[in-house]
């Protein structure tokens, strides 16, 4: 299984990389730089009750790890998502971590998918200088998302952000008994759904060529007038391109969303880390019934093949776990 894991994360490799920069790097880092600098824990804006980090594991052997040496002994256990509690429930796969395999823990109708971690690298402090660490943070990502994946193939799953960590198995089984309604609730509303992301790239200079009028030739700016004018005619074809992408941007996000339960706008992505060609006027992520998957494919290839003249691409990923729609704490 774990060469399957394997193969499954390095084909994501771009999406996880960059979720790992919006996620880990900006919600997690600051949390527990807050959770250092502050007498009492704090939890990250907007996540939901059951996505517990570090800094908001509050129990003492969470806070003997803050306060110990370098060389801390011990475990703690990382959570990668939960499902609803069944005996086909397969597990054993690889973990974050070479030394814990992931294993179900069951607790009330629930199953948590965990493994072991050791304090020395997972550990407050190891942790902290570990979100520095762009290599380290890739391969955890990769290993957090392609255990999630592999339990998504089985079972509708409720995913848990990057570096749950709980103190010890009596921390978790607490979360999963505390939390036992809004998880149960979660897994009904993402059963039998899945989420896609639809990346919308633009040739800025190929749409700019589409928009220039036949015969409409570049001012010359050997005078001053000339120069003016030159400097006139790029800034309104800078604007018609501008505004031509965020039409093409609303049109594809309105035709998509025709075919999803529900849809997010996200940030573009850094594209040093995805790697992407063009701009990205357009990264969303939509929430589909399985058995759409098909129609959205076949939608997404009309959508590009409408647009392709005017410089867009439209790169489609999935079907993957519902990462962006695991419904927030009320």
Request: net charge negative.
């Amino acid at each position: 299984m774990a060469g399957e894991l394997e193969r499954w994360a390095a084909g994501r490799a771009a999406e996880l990389v960059a979720r790992a920069e919006a996620e880990a790097v900006s919600e997690l880092k600051a949390a527990l730089l807050r959770a250092a600098s502050a007498p009492a824990p704090a939890t990250p804006r907007a996540a939901p009750p059951w996505a517990t980090t570090p800094a908001a594991e509050a129990t003492p052997r969470a806070a003997a790890a803050e306060a110990a040496p370098a060389d801390v002994t011990g475990d703690a256990l990382w959570a990668y998502c939960v499902a609803r509690d069944d005996a086909a429930l397969d597990a054993g796969g690889a973990g974050v971590h070479p030394g814990g395999a992931v294993e179900w823990m069951r607790e009330g109708g629930l199953a948590l998918l965990c493994s072991r971690v050791p304090l020395s690298e997972f550990g407050e402090r190891p942790l902290r200088r570990n979100l520095n660490d762009l290599p380290w943070l890739e391969r955890t990502a990769r290993a957090h998302e392609a255990a999630i994946g592999a339990a998504f193939e089985q079972a509708p799953v409720v995913p848990l952000r990057l570096c749950t960590i709980f103190a010890d198995e009596a921390g978790a089984r607490r979360m999963l008994a505390e939390r036992r309604e809004a998880l149960a609730a979660a897994l009904d509303a993402l059963a039998g759904r899945e989420e896609w992301s639809v990346k919308l790239l633009l040739d800025r200079e190929r749409l700019a060529d589409q928009l220039r009028e036949p015969g409409d030739e570049p001012a010359a700016a050997d005078t001053g007038a000339g120069y003016l004018l030159l400097r006139r005619e790029e800034r309104r074809l800078r604007e018609a391109v501008d505004d031509r992408a965020a039409s093409l941007a609303e049109d594809v996000h309105a035709r998509l969303q025709e075919r999803a339960v529900d849809a997010r706008v996200r940030p573009a992505q850094n594209r040093e880390l995805s790697g992407h060609e063009g701009d990205m006027v357009l990264n969303g992520a939509y929430l589909v019934e399985r058995d759409q998957g098909d129609g959205l494919r076949a939608l997404v290839a009309e959508l590009e093949e409408r647009h392709r003249a005017l410089g867009a691409r439209i790169a489609l990923g999935g079907p993957f776990p519902p990462y962006s729609f695991v419904p927030e704490a009320g």
